[in-house]
């Protein structure tokens, strides 16, 4: 057993104390409600990018959907919290399996496409996805949904980018998280290997979903109202971004990025024209001078790993 | 005991036949050669007894870890059926380490579950470790251990393919089949890959089907030589008796 190293205990004490920080600068005041805004944003952003990464950073499958898996999550847990007046745990269970079983449903052309074709098959469910959210009454058509309560708070948000950190990381480095690299790298090799390529493909799907969901519920119960077109094709490309600049296989690289671009964006509010040519600039010398992002598919890593199989293997 | 019997297999690509009229048995515990004229149908042939192509007609059947015909192969069940193999263009997971390719191999001898590797339970720590050492064994038999965190792509040519062959190993395999392995190796290499070859034959009691057009090769290692020409099957032997075979002669003379 080794669950009890010292760098888990490390990596534990860190993630605590932290934790306890924010907590208490917020309540002394330091962390005032402007940085908790862009706090909020930080971390949802994390949670989509991370997810993002798993599908198109580590299994190869190149989604711009993304936006429609959170925008489902979101709904969901609107509807929970403000229609049906369930606690937000509910709300969080439900957008986050909602998520998944789109993730399910949209990872089956996965099986027949590839590259730019599962581009367009995605970016066209993103599409469907909001328009269904606009024709449909209940839930306020393009006038949006109202009223929704707010839950989020940072123990919320805090431990939903651990949870999401920690299984993703968690599963890149067991034989199954393998497995979908394998896919990225060589299809026809990884299935010659006894890897079940339609299963593992799907499953980055449902998992990567499953945590967009959960950054949908986060939005909704901390900004009191969502509308479609917040989750259109523009938020899939921005997550995207994030994982583009922070490099594709990256888990510190998305966690990075979103970072560094959040903050960025947050500077550039008033003037939404300028942001986007920012980023397109930002892409452009990325793409440039360092196609693999800024972490490349490294990891960084805060302590020293001591040897054993289990360093060795996730040595990436 | 035969262990793959094919009938009557055709393949055809358009009006390319690729494989034509293949009749034969393999025995269990052979090293097989597969030699012919480029274009003649080996490749073809193997992607066949993988499931990457189905037949035409005729069919292939696995007596190994069960019975199996090639209406149910996917390319995806053959390591659990017991077949393994390389490439002729070596197809390595690139960005991935010598070590983290092999774990691909031995993807199907792993058993703890989903939930296990998203908590990290301790199955995770039991079962990588035990898949850790079997592996890094595996490396030191190929010489690859110093190697074993080196992505593939970093590798001189001659060592990828040993990767590919450690590879199709880790998913421990009745079967073995290799397209071309010695394929870019220098004669060193050739003369190493030749007794490893043999030595992983005895090591896991494999069978091994191998295509290669070293002739040196072919002669010192293969216990039965089958000669493939224009998609069907030319001949069968001993490496004495395909080397004094005229219609053989005359097929690598004419297809030159
Ligand atoms: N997927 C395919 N589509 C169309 N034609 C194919 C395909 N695969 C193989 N062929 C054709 O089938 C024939 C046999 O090819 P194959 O690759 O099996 O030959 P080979 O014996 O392996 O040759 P080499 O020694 O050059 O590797 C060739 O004429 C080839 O062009
Ligand atoms: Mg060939």
Redesign the interface.
């Known amino acids: 057993m080794k669950i009890l190293t010292k760098k888990n205990i490390y990596t534990l004490v860190l993630v605590l104390l932290i934790y306890f920080l924010v907590l208490l600068l917020s309540n002394v005041g330091i962390i005032d409600s402007y940085i908790q805004l862009n706090m909020v944003i930080v971390g949802i952003n994390i949670i989509l990018a991370v997810s993002l990464n798993l599908i198109t950073g580590f299994t190869g499958q190149f989604s711009l959907g993304h936006a429609a898996f959170m925008a489902i999550g979101a709904y969901a847990s609107g509807i929970m919290t403000a229609k049906l007046g369930q606690p937000f745990i509910v709300g969080v269970a439900v957008a986050a399996l909602s998520a998944s079983l789109a993730g399910l449903l949209i990872g089956i052309p996965t099986l027949r496409l590839r590259g730019d074709y599962l581009a367009i098959a995605t970016l066209g469910f993103g599409e469907i996805i909001k328009i269904i959210g606009l024709n449909n009454d209940y839930v306020g058509g393009a006038i949006g949904l109202n009223d929704i309560p707010r839950y989020t708070n940072w123990t919320w948000l805090y431990f939903s980018v651990i949870a999401t950190i920690f299984i993703i990381s968690n599963f890149v480095k067991s034989y199954h998280g393998r497995a979908c690299i394998s896919i990225r790298e060589d299809e026809i090799a990884a299935e010659a290997m006894g890897v079940n390529t339609t299963y593992y493909k799907i499953l980055a799907f449902v998992i990567g979903a499953f945590f967009a969901g959960i950054a949908g519920a986060l939005y909704a119960n901390y900004f009191y109202f969502i509308k479609p077109d917040t989750f259109g094709f523009m938020k899939s490309i921005d997550i995207l971004v994030i994982v583009v600049f922070g490099g594709m296989g990256s888990i510190t690289g998305s966690i990075v990025g979103a970072v560094i671009l959040s903050v960025i964006s947050s500077f550039l509010q008033g003037f939404p024209e300028l942001r986007m040519v920012i980023y397109a600039v930002i892409l452009f010398l990325i793409m440039v001078y360092r196609p693999q992002g800024v972490m490349g598919d490294k990891e960084f890593k805060l302590f020293n790993k001591e040897g054993g199989l289990s360093g060795n293997v996730s040595s990436k | 005991m035969e262990m793959l019997v094919v009938n009557n297999l055709y393949k055809s690509f358009g009006g390319v036949k690729a494989v034509s009229n293949i009749n034969m048995k393999i025995e269990e515990g052979q090293i097989v050669g597969l030699i012919g004229p480029n274009g003649a149908g080996k490749t073809t042939f193997f992607n066949l007894l ?1 499931g ?1 192509y189905s037949p035409s007609s005729g069919d292939i059947v696995y007596k190994l870890n069960q019975e199996i015909s090639s209406i149910n192969f996917r ?6 059926y017991g077949v ?2 390389t ?1 002729q263009n070596i ?7 010598v ?2 390719n092999v ?6 001898n ?1 058993k ?1 579950n ?1 939930f ?5 339970l ?1 199955g ?2 039991k079962h ?2 035990e ?3 079997e592996v890094v064994e595996l490396l030191k038999t190929f010489n690859l251990y110093d190697k074993k ?1 080196v992505l593939a792509k970093n590798l001189p040519y001659g060592e990828q393919r040993k990767v590919e062959i450690a ?2 190993l880790a ?1 421990k395999p009745k079967l073995l089949l290799l397209d071309e392995p010695a394929a870019g190796m220098n004669p060193q290499e050739t003369r190493e890959l030749t007794e490893l070859i043999q030595w992983i034959r005895e090591e896991f009691d494999l069978t091994v089907i191998l295509i290669e057009h070293d002739m040196s090769l072919v002669m010192d290692l293969c216990d039965d030589i089958i000669v493939f020409n224009y998609g069907t099957l030319l001949a069968r032997g001993t490496p004495e008796e395909i080397q004094n075979n005229p219609e053989v002669i005359k097929a690598y003379l004419g297809g030159e």
């Open positions: 993988t990457i390319p995806s069940r053959m390591v659990k393994a193999r490439f197809r390595l997971f690139k960005e991935m380490t070590l983290e774990l691909i191999g031995y993807h199907n792993f703890y989903l296990t590797s998203l908590f990290r301790p995770y720590y990588e470790d898949a850790y050492d965190d590879r199709a998913s």
